[in-house]
């Protein structure tokens, strides 16, 4: 009796150990591939999370594939991210470059369009700097006739070489001499302009000369410098002229 229980308890141990193996092995390899199916999808929603995260952390970032631009700089998609305000790209072209006209004409931020300078009325010549030249009493005489070539060669007024050709006679009054010869030199440069005529009136009246100053003095009034005349009535160099009949008709 003993015998033949010994017998079956191995045979039955046998059979529920067969039993149950399967089972416990089906389990491993249903958690074995529920956790390979996990580890399957787990990347790609991880990855998609993180890029979420780095557009919205992150634009300039989000933009590293060149779609964009700065806000005043090259057109989207020019090969890298842009600044902001115009400020150079990452990569991409400058808001500096891409303000410029395609043709390279711009406003210079001092300086003016270019061929003509400050004062010059064409040919590349600075009246300006010419008449300041022909007015001052440090030009020397000879440079002084270039000066005055140079200036009508430019296309300066008469009027305007003659005034200042007339400003540097007055300039040299301590050289009487010199002066004169600027007056009558501002005469012939135009003949409206009565100031030399003025002034050469009153050197002569200074040296007893009264006939060359009534001279000189209807010359202005043939210029029409009616103005200038009335500074005989009250200024005192005029006294040994003043009551002069011809002077006195010039006055009327």
């Known amino acids: ?12 141990l046998s059979v529920l150990v067969l039993s149950i193996l399967p089972l416990a092995c089906g389990g491993s390899s249903k958690d074995a591939t529920s956790d390979g199916k996990a580890e399957a999808k787990a990347p790609p929603a991880d990855d998609g999370k993180a890029l979420d995260v780095k557009a919205v952390d ?9 779609a964009g631009g700065s806000e005043a700089g090259g057109p989207a ?4 991210s842009g600044g902001t305000a115009g400020g150079p790209g990452t990569g991409g072209t400058s808001g500096a470059d891409a303000g410029a006209g395609s043709d390279g004409a711009g406003a210079d931020e001092t300086g003016g369009s270019g061929g003509e300078p400050t004062g010059g009325t064409g040919g590349g010549v600075d009246l300006k700097a010419l008449l300041k030249e022909i007015k001052s009493k440090k030009t020397k005489d000879a440079r002084l006739q270039a000066a ?7 296309g300066v007024e008469t009027l305007e070489l003659a005034k200042s050709i007339n400003s540097r ?3 040299l009054h301590a050289t009487p001499e010199r002066a004169k010869a600027m007056f009558e030199l501002a005469l012939e440069k135009d003949a409206t302009y009565p100031n030399p005529a003025f002034n050469l009136a009153k050197q002569a009246a200074v040296l007893g000369e ?10 202005v009034k043939e210029r ?3 103005k200038l005349l009335k500074q005989i009535e009250f200024d005192p160099m005029w006294e040994i002229l003043k009551d002069d009949p011809d002077v006195r008709a010039l006055l009327k």
């Open 1 to 12: 009796m003993q015998t033949s229980r010994k017998r079956v308890l191995p045979g039955v």
């Open 58 to 66: 992150d634009p300039a970032a989000a933009s590293g594939d060149g």
């Open 77 to 80: 998609g020019d090969g890298g």
């Open 148 to 154: 005055i070539v140079e200036a009508e060669g430019a």
């Open 169 to 171: 006679g007055e300039a």
């Open 210 to 219: 009264l006939d060359e100053a009534k001279k000189w003095l209807t010359v």
């Open 224 to 226: 029409k410098g009616s």
